[in-house]
């Protein structure tokens, strides 16, 4: 799970930039090691949050470097409930 807010300075060009951005283009701005599940944005603070589905930490870091002059990001690993009933039961049997 990704969360950002973008610098209070930068707001109306990090909007300009995503909003001319093609599919393909976000997309490459991705890469490819990185599938979005969803994203979600609070267009009055420029905040939001996105679920992407990666097992390389790097090519999450590489992606924020590409937003980082223009936002603050948060990375929280996160697992589906079944995900997270297997290791409930892993751990409390």
């Known amino acids: ?34 599938k979005l599940i969803g994203r979600w944005h609070d267009l009055q603070r420029l905040t939001g949050v996105a679920i992407f589905e990666t097992d390389d930490a790097q090519a999450i870091a590489r992606w924020i470097l590409n937003w980082n002059n223009v936002l603050d990001a948060d990375v929280t690993p996160v697992v589906d409930d079944d995900e997270a009933k297997a290791i ?6």
């Open 1 to 34: 799970m990704v969360s950002w807010r973008v610098h209070d300075d930068k707001r109306h060009e990090a909007l300009k930039h995503f909003s001319q951005m093609t599919s393909d283009e976000d997309r490459e701005d991705r890469g490819d090691r990185i």
């Open 88 to 93: 409930g039961k892993q751990k409390f049997g």
